[in-house]
């Protein structure tokens, strides 16, 4: 069965770094998104992309953050300058038809 | 916004036990998901719902459009099914997910 599948598992970086999370979203999905989750706090979404775009975005998705979809396949999201309160647990997810989304596996990021 | 709920936060049970693990939300929907998360955090998609009911293995998912509530059952319950449990839903006219703080569920042999 396809899946998403998300790179790394775990990345620690120091504040102030730029870090590059990687997502290889289901084959023929349309919509991409990314999502995070705070030690302890409900996942939260941060920003929709399709079409080559971004669809929506959160308040959280802020000038730090970019993403993009570079070759057709991978799908990532930069954080430019991370901070230590970026550390969170990020998932990409994605979908056909804009409904039921599939999540990937999840990036621990820790930002010291 | 929508404000979503879930009940209870926490859950223990003996094996065999019926579970329930429901989920309110504030604003009509297009959509609502129930989402399983291990203890390693890998989120699993169990269900997407927009009407009535649905059924997978010893999962079953309803959702009353009306009184803006899911609820999601367990039957026969097992340990491999400790794990938390979110809602999630869609809103119509966007594409976020807005997501509950989740049933953390525990079921001891």
């Known amino acids: 069965e396809p899946e998403v599948t998300q790179t790394p598992s775990h990345q620690v970086t120091q504040m102030g770094q730029e870090v590059i999370l990687r997502c290889v979203p289901i084959?023929?999905?349309?919509?991409f998104y990314w999502y995070r989750q705070i030690l302890g706090q409900k996942v939260e979404f941060l920003v929709s992309?399709?079409?080559?775009?971004?669809?929506?975005k959160s308040e959280i998705f802020d000038d730090q953050f970019s993403v993009e979809r570079p070759d057709g396949s991978n799908f990532t999201l930069k954080i430019r300058s991370t901070k230590l309160e970026d550390s969170a647990m990020y998932f990409c997810?994605?979908?056909?038809?804009?409904?039921?989304?599939?999540f990937g596996p999840g990036t621990r990021l820790t930002v010291t | 916004k929508n404000e979503v709920e879930q009940s209870p936060q926490n859950l223990t049970a003996q094996e065999g036990e019926f579970i329930t693990i429901n989920c309110s939300y504030s604003?009509?929907?297009?959509?609502l998901h129930w989402l399983q998360q291990h203890p390693g955090g890998g989120i699993v998609s169990l269900f997407m719902?927009?009407?009535g009911k649905k059924k997978h293995g010893r999962l079953i998912a309803t959702i009353n459009i009306q009184e803006k509530h899911s609820s999601l059952h367990i039957t026969a319950s097992h340990p491999r099914d400790s794990a938390v449990y979110i809602c999630?839903?869609?809103?119509?006219?966007?594409?976020?997910?807005?997501f509950g703080t989740g049933t953390r569920l525990t079921i001891i042999p």
């Open positions: 997810a994605s979908t056909y038809t804009s409904y039921e989304q599939y």
């Open positions: 084959s023929n999905h349309l919509y």
């Open positions: 992309f399709y079409n080559n775009e971004i669809s929506e």
């Open positions: 604003v009509g929907i297009s959509a």
């Open positions: 719902l927009s009407s």
């Open positions: 999630a839903v869609l809103n119509f006219g966007n594409e976020k997910l807005t």
